[in-house]
């Protein structure tokens, strides 16, 4: 939940004004209207995102005297310092991690060494999640949107997932060998790369965003309308262009259906949850869990 309003922010901190007050009063109604069984309340991202509010998980936790299960993206040993650290602010109100994101190489490394010694640590490990290039996958539509691109042609294949970038700057033999190797991509290349266009479309290319001055070829547009490879026109350069895609990948919401079925069935292949319900129990009178 995004807490921070820039200008409502401001106000609250030269006021001095810390508690949760009314937002809090609200989230406790709307959770009292929930119906009976699990509920789960998504935090914010962090653990300090909302302390100007008074909302920020640890707050929430105990104010509402609720377990938190924390889904946190694992690279290496170093992950470690945030669940410690979570643990001491939340003490008894951690009910587990989701190690997420991690190399789907690693799995069982990390399930054989790392989740009994975070165990032993009083960090019990609900599920370790593989790192997934389709559920950090984005449309093409979505893609435009962020980029407020002109779309010149295939409109109705929108809908394409795109899991990878790529950056059309080096010689068209580079380029091809480049491309042969990545897959569902968006390539990004200056409108007057023509030759780089062309072989981009011969590849596994979902969306062609074309950066700079200047207007594709006719031909261009009417190979692309033939592979139905929706091309993109931008007034970004080139690098701001690549830091609003990279910024854009795993930070949307799971419309697509594939996505969520995939998502899905991660869950039920890598997560393991009994602990969680077991926990209901004890949680009094609806079971609350607060997630991150």
Excluded at 66 to 71: D, F, T
Excluded at 94 to 112: H, I, S, T
């Amino acid at each position: 939940m995004h807490l921070l309003r820039k200008q409502e922010a401001h106000q609250r901190l030269l006021a001095g004004q810390l508690e949760a007050g009314a937002g809090f009063e609200q989230l406790q109604a709307a959770l009292a209207c929930a119906s009976a069984g699990l509920t789960l309340l998504e935090a914010a991202g962090s653990m300090s995102e909302g302390l100007l509010y008074g909302l920020s998980l640890p707050q929430l936790a105990r104010a509402l005297r609720a377990p938190v299960v924390l889904v946190h993206s694992w690279q290496d040993t170093c992950s470690a310092d945030p669940l410690l650290q979570a643990r001491e602010q939340l003490g008894g109100l951690l009910a587990g991690v989701v190690l997420n994101a991690v190399n789907p190489d690693g799995v069982n490394q990390l399930r054989e060494e790392v989740e009994p010694a975070l165990e032993r640590l009083g960090i019990p490990v609900l599920g370790v999640m593989p790192r997934s290039p389709l559920l950090r996958s984005v449309t093409v539509e979505e893609l435009a949107r962020r980029l407020d691109a002109t779309v010149l042609c295939c409109r109705d294949r929108l809908d394409l997932l795109v899991e990878t970038l790529s950056i059309g700057a080096m010689n068209v033999n580079s380029a091809m060998e480049f491309f042969r190797r990545r897959r569902n991509m968006a390539v990004v290349t200056g409108a007057d790369r023509t030759d780089i266009q062309l072989a981009a479309l011969e590849a596994s290319t979902q969306c062609l965003i074309l950066t700079g001055a200047g207007d594709p070829l006719p031909q261009l547009i009417s190979r692309a309308e033939e592979l139905e490879v929706p091309l993109l026109k931008v007034e970004h350069d080139t690098l701001t262009t690549v830091e609003v895609i990279e910024a854009t990948f795993g930070h949307v919401r799971l419309n697509e259906t594939v996505k969520a079925t995939y998502a899905f069935r991660l869950v039920e292949e890598h997560c393991n949850f009994e602990r969680l319900y077991r926990l209901r129990a004890c949680v009094d009178p609806v079971s609350r869990s607060s997630s991150t």
